[in-house]
């Protein structure tokens, strides 16, 4: 994959597992834009990492993707979802990384008209946490789609990157608001006084209640859903932080 994105051979490819040993960055331009990819050693289950060299590989593997913007999650069409595709993915969110999934070797898989609504279908039931997250069928041997990764990578950085206006988050609250009302507890109504971005990279939005212990997980979920139906933030996971105040 390093090599097909760097249109040159940066990185010794070989069957064998493990050759990779540590984090490479490799500097490119595209289109003018500066980029940085760093290709990681392959992360194994835990229980097949050996003590040393390849244990070392995998915790230097983990600490790349905490200096990513985008991790390209790459998973083996043949093998499927596996736990630890799951595992990383989740490494990935709790890092609050944007994040592409590549389903590789897609050259080698028989395939029929509805082969790759399916095979999505299992990525997002498997993947459930990473429901907002493009995926995209590429064979790195073969060359086919690796020409759309990094565009569709730097437009996950450009949504990284978005900002809102507070006019506009408070208008996606109202609306939100009028749709479906906040929870209640114990007699007690849930009031959403205002929103406010508090800062990009990723997308942070404080929102200001009368008592955030009566906002629950579930109305949490939605009004991230309702902010990603007005303005997307394809790929980019969106952080809700909520902050109590007293009514005026």
Known sequence: ????????ERAIVSPIPGTTRDSIDTQIEYQGIPV???DTA?????GRVERGVEQYSVLRSFKSIERADVALLM????????????HIAGYILEEWKSCVVLVNKWDALEKD??????????????????????????SALTGQRVDQVLPLALRVQEERLRRLTTSKINQILQKA?????PPSKAGRALKIYYGTQVRSDPPTFMIYVNDPRLMHFT???????QIRLEYGFLGTPIRIVIKGRKED
């Open 36 to 38: 940085t990819l760093i």
């Open 177 to 181: 608001k009028d749709q479906h009302a």
């Open 1 to 8: 994959m390093l090599n097909q994105l760097a249109g040159a």
């Open 113 to 138: 008209t509805n082969t790759m609504e399916a095979y999505t279908n299992i990525v997002r039931r498997e993947l459930n946490f990473l429901d907002y997250v493009p995926l995209l069928f590429i």
């Open 75 to 86: 998973i083996d069409a043949l093998a499927g979802i596996t736990a630890q595709d799951a």
């Open 219 to 225: 109305y949490l979920r939605y009004l991230e859903n």
């Open 42 to 46: 392959g992360i194994r289950r835990r």
